[in-house]
């Protein structure tokens, strides 16, 4: 204690001891952190989203609900609506704007099911992908699975950052 009071730097010796303290003696290995203190730390670290807020992979999201729903509403006006029909045709386009519509409100479920169809997506272009025939079904897939993941892993932190409460007391 003598020694901290006595420093040039009362502040960096504590700061440096207290590090010194967490480390451990050297050569001695830590016990793991449990699942639970590990999401502890992880939850410390989150902001919540502001209320003018959305970020990046949440606008990419919603562009993507709503030109999936775009197109595929267009393809039923047409006429193209495939082996289920246009009723099939028009029920998917009702759900993706409608999640284009929860995102943009910054809704966790209409995050979470949006994650859920892309994951179902991942899916079916990875079976997609096992009976590939040509280069060009499997650039597709590739891509489809690629890009389909990555938007998926990054809506994770902001479903997280969707369930920090917002501290209203400042």
């Known amino acids: ?22 480390e451990g003696p050297p050569g001695v290995r830590r016990p793991r952190k449990s699942s639970e203190e590990r999401n502890v730390e992880i939850r410390a670290t989150l902001e919540p989203i502001a209320p003018g807020e959305r970020p990046a992979p949440l606008v990419v999201a919603t562009a993507t609900a709503i030109l999936l729903g775009a197109v595929n509403l267009v393809l039923a006006a047409t006429g193209h609506s495939g082996k289920g029909g246009a009723g ?54 590739f891509a489809v699975i690629v890009s389909a993941g990555w938007l998926f892993w990054k809506l994770v932190r902001v479903l997280a950052r969707l369930q920090v409460p917002l501290d209203n007391s400042a």
């Open 88 to 141: 099939t045709l028009l029920v998917y386009c009702a759900l993706m704007l409608a999640a284009a519509w929860g995102m943009w409100t910054k809704r966790y479920l209409a995050v979470l099911l949006f994650q859920i169809l892309l994951a179902i997506l991942v899916v079916f272009f990875f079976l997609f992908l096992l009976r590939a025939s040509s280069v060009g079904d499997v650039a597709l897939s």
């Open 1 to 22: 204690v003598r020694a901290i009071a006595e420093a040039e730097d009362p502040e960096a010796v504590t700061r440096r001891l207290a590090q010194a303290l967490d």
